[in-house]
């Protein structure tokens, strides 16, 4: 394409396949390649299949078939095998069986798990509504605080949620608009797949790889202790990088590998506890990246606490 604007909806057409050199990753079936953990040189286009390349080994994180999160929650209900809190029974009661390839990522700390939510049809027809109905946030709510001053967010942001929630961080407090259809979609099919029942979703769009977001951990105090955060992309595939507490800076304690995943349009990422107690994670800018991407983060955020 060689740095013409790209139309984002071109990229839900099929093209040729972009080879990617000096990876290692994992593949699953027909299932998106997800998983990068050596160092790679930028995208060179926006094809829309930046996430199909194929190949075998996987290297710094463990990886294998899952049993799906939803089967996992049903099998902790009296209480966790592995220290997870016990579930409510009505919830895990109102779903039902999905079929899913489900793949784990798993490394010292880090628990998640990765599939393809939505056909490549369905995501299709969910971009568009997004494009077209979601209601961005302006003015001081496109601001954040760090280390005492503001700065501009490198992507357009919103939250949707219950009534009656707030979710505070880098010195915003954000109060969800209400649900929207194509919202509820998404959040029925997350629970119908992981048995998570959320009430509260951020939303962020990419117009670029220009557009970023910097390391950080999702472990703000309105969040309900151990609960997981789902992410769900649609659009163009970026690399999402989890770098370890103490392997950050220019003299970290530890020598740890970063984990690079690449989401793929149409995926859900499960970020299971104690991911976000140990590590941070990113969206690095690809300059090279011409198509939007909108990510969205289904919390579960407690309703009673005062900031």
């Not at 740095?3 to 099929?14: A, F, Q, S, V, Y």
């Not at 009296?78 to 220290?83: H, I, S, Y």
């Not at 784990?104 to 509504?129: H, M, P, V």
Request: with cysteine.
């Amino acid at each position: 394409m060689r740095g013409e604007k790209c139309d984002w909806r071109l990229l839900l057409k099929t093209s040729p396949q972009w080879k990617l050199h000096n990876v290692l990753s994992v593949t699953v079936g027909t299932m998106d390649k997800f998983v990068v953990v050596n160092k790679s040189k930028n995208p060179k286009s926006c094809r829309s299949d930046l996430c199909e390349q194929k190949d075998e080994d996987l290297v710094g994180v463990s990886s294998g078939e899952a049993e799906s999160p939803r089967k996992r929650l049903k099998r902790n209900k009296t209480g966790g095998g592995d220290g997870s809190p016990a579930p409510l029974v009505a919830q895990q009661e109102s779903v039902s069986d999905v079929a899913l390839s489900w793949k784990q990522i798993r490394a010292e700390g880090l628990n998640c798990d990765y599939t393809k939510l939505f056909t490549k049809s369905e995501a299709d027809d969910i971009l568009l509504e997004l494009e077209r109905t979601l209601e961005y946030f302006s003015g001081d709510l496109t601001k954040v605080q760090v280390f005492g001053k503001w700065h501009n967010i490198p992507r357009k942001q919103v939250t949707y949620g219950d009534p009656g929630l707030t979710y505070r961080y880098s010195g915003v407090t954000l109060s969800p608009k209400p649900w929207t259809p194509v919202l509820e979609k998404i959040r029925e099919r997350v629970t119908q797949v992981t048995g998570h029942k959320f009430n509260f979703v951020l939303v962020n769009r990419y117009k670029d790889g220009s557009d970023h977001m910097g390391e950080h951990r999702d472990d703000e105090k309105e969040l309900e202790p151990r609960s997981p955060i789902a992410s769900v992309s649609f659009g163009a595939c970026r690399d999402f990088i989890f770098r370890h507490r103490d392997a950050r800076g220019k003299s970290p304690s530890r020598r740890l590998e970063p984990v690079k995943l690449l989401l793929g349009h149409g995926s859900l990422l499960m970020m299971n506890f104690p991911t976000n107690v140990y590590w941070y994670h990113s969206l690095p800018a690809r300059k090279k990246v011409l198509a939007p991407r909108v990510n969205l983060t289904f919390r579960k955020v407690l309703p009673s606490l005062k900031n």
